[in-house]
């Protein structure tokens, strides 16, 4: 199901966007089954085919709801907003009169489907879910639908499109805020006082001061910037005679949680170089070839029904990646916990193994990254020996730490984020008498914040409460997981890209920083501050979860966005001419239609697009090459113009080729050899194939996604 466009609910909203007619409020809302739109321009024939698919889907569910032998129904949804929403929306489509029942269920397993499907409820008992979620996408609609138009023809005169929106615009300040920050900072030099102890028997350990408040000389981290302090503090414990803390304790170290999405595309951006939309790609194929489980989940648990399982999954995945580590189906790690699954449980492996090099490059490694983790669940604890000494003196602590591996464990199967042997230091008894050799200070200089990536923003996302500072709203935002969904989030800063209000940095890094462009930079200075503060979210989380409880009406809390959004776009209209952009910019006519041709900034850099691209009538789609500040020539593609002679390893026909710039050459797509022309009219010298201008070569998707 989708909701309609604004030209659906009046025609004035059709055609050529217009800043007088907006907002668009609707009355009476209009959702419809997605449907295939062949006649739209701005459709491509595989998103035709994907609305096809859906369609179908949704014509078997008429039929079977329709159908005078079916007596009931079971909303067997998601047990979530979205997921009651979802099928109650088909069902109000349908008109449906018949009974619905609800199953609510966490795991796929069969005990839990047989004691779900032993209590069922009326599926109006769940009314306050599919209000809450209805009224969330009549919200983020009101909002998108007016202020993307709004801002778009207020700000700019160049045709690209002021993208707007409850999770994204956030989303564009906070690495706008990043960058701000990066940009403005300055390195501060502080000092960390630091001694060298030995005992009586000449062992030896330095000790670092442990910070703690100190009436002068400190900045507002507690570290000291004025060396004078420092020096004073490393002084005033040379020759002292100290008796050392020494504790010492063997640790049995857990493996880490299995995925969550976003914990899965943040590995995958750093480790691999994916972007979060390949990760959510490549983890829903293998979700759909039956390999993972559900992957839009943002758990990290495993509910304990589906623990048995393994005695099952991990014979198949051991021999797939022939790992000789022993496993323990019994064993049970804190991954296990029924209390903490939520709608979906954290992304596994299946009993159901890929045969041998059936899998690419990305979901080669995603898989084997699922399912490593999962077999360090049963794999033995890592064990640690860790030591801490220390001495006092007065209100002064110096410390040191180290630890050591005395069992590897499960990091055998998974290396990721177990600790690694630190310093080794001597073996002291607890309480041995130490004397205070030396004190120095060392100096250190601030470092800057990291930058946003695009993986590491979908953790952000997913922690927005950091970056908040209302108490409440932050303790709201922590509580709903953050902005965004695990399912929207890649989404959303593919569409920040797409739209070039952020690019990538340029540069040879697996996951580069994410940068706001200038249009990203205009939108943030004109949009009302309060679109672009995730508080919005948490406001409206707050009485969303009063919704689901049934303490607040659904009309109530849309009435009241688009009240909001009322104003919003009042205030756009009084201010769109000094909002406006200063074109300073050189326009060209399109070739292929006339209209205006603009520089836009696209994932793969610049690019001159026809102002027309998203006109209702005649829309044009053309766009050129940036040729340092205008519109190059559109690269010809090598054509096959004839037929030539038989290929001498497969007596193939072969075919001649001409590309721009370049004599033609013969070439057997058979057996992909090429040949120059001979003087005879045959075949001359054979030539090293895969050349770039050749129209069999398939190189440029396999190297964006690798």
């Not at 480790?271 to 390949?278: D, E, H, I, Q, R």
């Not at 589906?306 to 995945?317: E, R, S």
């Not at 019994?330 to 979906?344: C, E, G, P, Q, Y």
Request: proline share 8%; aromatic share 6%; glycine share 8%.
């Amino acid at each position: 199901m989708e909701q309609a466009s604004p030209e659906a609910y009046d025609p004035k909203f059709s055609g050529t966007w217009r800043l007088d007619v907006l907002p668009c409020l609707p009355s009476k809302w209009i959702v419809e089954p997605v449907r295939p739109e062949p006649e739209n321009p701005r459709r491509s024939k595989a998103e035709n085919a994907n609305r096809k698919s859906i369609y179908a889907q949704y014509q078997v569910i008429e039929k079977l709801v329709k159908d005078r032998s079916v007596t009931e129904i079971v909303n067997a949804g998601d047990p979530d907003r979205e997921g009651q929403l979802i099928v109650d929306e088909v069902l109000e489509a349908l008109s449906n009169k018949k009974p619905v029942l609800r199953i609510w269920l966490k795991a796929l397993d069969p005990e839990t489907i047989k004691k779900a499907n032993r209590e069922l409820k009326d599926n109006r008992e769940y009314s306050g879910f599919r209000n809450a979620a209805l009224s969330r996408s009549r919200a983020d609609w009101l909002v998108g639908m007016n202020m993307t138009r709004a801002m778009t023809l207020a700000i700019n005169k160049r045709g690209s499109v002021m993208s707007i929106g409850r999770v994204q615009t956030p989303v564009l300040e906070l690495i706008r805020s990043r960058n701000e920050e990066i940009r403005n900072f300055r390195p501060k030099d502080y000092f960390v006082p630091i001694v060298t102890v030995e005992t009586s028997d000449g062992k030896r350990f330095q000790g670092t001061w442990a910070t703690r408040e100190l009436p002068s000389g400190m900045d507002e981290e507690k570290r000291i910037v004025d060396r004078s302090v420092a020096e004073t503090i490393a002084r005033s414990v040379i020759g002292k005679t100290l008796p050392v803390s020494a504790k010492k304790e063997n640790k049995s170290v857990q493996p880490p949680l299995p995925w969550s999405l976003s914990s899965l595309q943040v590995f995958c951006g750093e480790k691999y170089g994916l972007s979060p939309k390949k990760v959510l790609d490549a983890v829903q194929s293998l979700y759909e070839d039956g390999y993972v489980s559900y992957p839009r989940t943002d758990c990290e648990y495993l509910p304990e029904s589906i623990h048995g399982d393994a005695g099952k999954i991990l014979p198949g995945v051991t021999d797939f990646f022939n790992e000789k580590t022993p496993m323990d189906p019994s064993r049970k790690s804190k991954a296990w916990n029924d209390s903490k699954v939520t709608a979906h449980y954290a992304i596994s492996p299946t009993s159901k193994i890929p045969g041998r090099g059936s899998l690419d490059g990305a979901k080669s490694s995603i898989y084997e990254a699922i399912c490593r983790v999962y077999m360090a669940q049963f794999a033995p604890p890592l064990e640690l020996a860790e030591t801490k000494l220390s001495i006092q003196s007065g209100n002064d602590t110096f410390q040191t730490s180290g630890k050591v591996v005395t069992n590897p464990g499960w990091t055998t199967v998974w290396p990721h984020g177990g600790p690694k042997n630190d310093s080794v230091l001597p073996n002291i008894a607890d309480r041995t008498p130490g004397e205070v050799k030396s004190g120095e200070v060392e100096s250190k200089k601030t470092t800057p914040p990291k930058p946003f990536t695009e993986s590491s923003i979908i953790e952000v996302m997913k922690s927005v409460h950091k970056y908040v500072t209302d108490p409440e709203a932050k303790s709201i935002l922590k509580e709903s997981d953050g902005i965004g969904t695990e399912a929207t989030r890649a989404e959303i800063v593919n569409t920040l890209l797409l739209r070039g209000l952020i690019s990538k940095a340029a540069g040879k890094a697996k996951d580069p920083p994410l940068v706001v462009t200038e249009d990203g930079i205009h939108l943030l200075e004109s949009v009302t501050k309060s679109v672009k503060d995730p508080v919005l979210t948490a406001i409206w989380e707050r009485q969303l979860s009063e919704m689901v409880e049934g303490r607040k009406a659904m009309d109530g809390f849309v009435e009241q966005v688009a009240e909001t959004v009322r104003k919003w776009v009042e205030d756009i209209k009084k201010n769109a001419g000094s909002m406006s952009r200063p074109s300073d910019e050189q326009t060209f006519p399109c070739p292929q239609c006339g209209r205006p041709m603009f520089l836009r900034t696209g994932k793969f850099g610049k690019f001159w697009g026809c102002s027309g691209y998203r006109a209702e009538s005649s829309p044009c789609q053309t766009i050129l090459p940036d040729d340092r500040g205008k519109p190059g020539k559109r690269k010809e593609k090598a054509v096959q113009e004839q037929n030539g002679p038989p290929c001498p390893s497969c007596n193939k026909l072969t075919g001649m080729f001409r590309t721009s710039g370049e004599k033609p050459y013969y070439r057997c797509l058979p057996c992909h050899r090429s040949f120059w022309p001979g003087q005879d009219g045959g075949l001359g010298s054979e030539w090293a194939p895969m050349k770039k201008s050749d129209p069999t070569r398939k190189t440029g998707s396999r190297k964006r996604a690798g």
